[in-house]
């Protein structure tokens, strides 16, 4: 039991640290908001392509390449969001505040918390597994995301413009890159493959500090009912249903913390800057982006010490 607890605390300590530090930056005044605007983007743009193309390249495609994994990761996103948006579509008349509560609860922060969750349980060398998720569910989180706030815009959904903007994120070209490049053999040379290692490895530590340091409480009276009914499904319902379907289905280890990596972390930072963008009620994806994160440090823990504990990885 108590070597459960530590795997489990070990997990998701080195997570909250990092954004901690983040924290400390934002209250000493360190960096400045557009400061870290510009951070955020370079990260995004550059650092997150490195570490797709160097996760995948140093990969062995024989381990890290799970089809079934991806089609439950996948099947269950848009699941979610099905029945998510057939809830909220009953509970909530206001059409600016059902787009962030339908994409609160489908979208994870997967990327930036679910990755090195898996990493700080297994290792680094069990990384290419939910590395390689990322080309399944990241396209999808975009597509869900912008179809469900264009909806309740009004709006008419562009699928041309919506699988363009998928295919130029930095994520998916830097996937696309590395498995070009491993399934030529393409040797890179060790000068170049070093730096690139590098950048890889300071992706996870960089993007946390920027997330502690981005976060922003704000006012959370006029929409509480709706705050507290996201926050509550995305980090205990959602969890529980895909988990608990996952454990029947018979995935065990490493493939089960990357599902907890995709259901059970907080709500996306990316649902915030669309909300902002497409005119939906952004002070609400903001404190949902927020008070899910505060609170996904017991949740998460509690997920991993409970699986851990019934024996499922």
Not at 136 to 152: C, H, K, Q, R, S
Not at 207 to 231: E, N, P, T, W
Request: glycine share 8%.
């Amino acid at each position: 039991m108590l070597s459960n607890f530590f795997v489990a605390l070990g997990g998701v300590i080195p997570l909250f640290c990092l954004m901690a530090v983040g924290v400390f930056v934002k209250h000493s005044k360190l960096l400045t908001e557009e400061e870290l605007l510009h951070m955020n983007r370079m990260v995004f743009r550059v650092f997150f392509f490195f570490m797709m193309f160097y996760n995948i390249y140093i990969s062995d495609p024989g381990t890290a390449f799970q089809p079934a994994l991806m089609l439950f990761g996948m099947g269950g996103v848009l699941l979610v969001a099905l029945v998510f948006t057939g809830i909220v579509c009953r509970i909530e008349q206001d059409n600016a505040r059902r787009g962030p509560m339908i994409q609160a609860i489908f979208r994870t922060n997967y990327v930036l918390m679910g990755i090195p969750l898996v990493g700080n349980i297994f290792g680094d060398a069990a990384i290419a597994v939910p590395t390689l998720m990322i080309a399944a569910i990241v396209p999808l989180y975009n597509v869900l995301g912008v179809l469900v706030l264009e909806t309740f815009r009004g709006r008419s959904f562009d699928l041309i413009p919506i699988l363009r903007s998928v295919l130029m994120n930095p994520m998916i070209l830097g996937a696309i890159a590395g498995a070009f490049c491993r399934l030529v053999e393409l040797p890179i040379p060790a000068p170049v493959l070093k730096p690139v290692a590098q950048i890889a490895a300071a992706t996870t530590p960089v993007a946390l500090i920027i997330l502690g340091a981005s976060f922003h409480g704000g006012s959370y009276q006029a929409h509480l009912r709706q705050l507290v009914f996201c926050v509550t499904s995305r980090l205990l319902i959602v969890p529980a249903l895909m988990l608990g379907t996952a454990i029947a289905l018979g995935f065990r280890d490493v493939e089960l913390v990357t599902l907890i990596a995709v259901f059970a972390t907080p709500c996306a930072v990316a649902g915030f800057a669309m909300a902002q963008q497409m005119q939906a009620d952004a002070d609400l994806a903001g404190n949902c982006v927020v008070y899910s994160s505060a609170l996904s440090c017991f949740t998460i823990f509690g997920w991993v010490f409970l699986l851990k504990t019934l024996e499922f990885f």
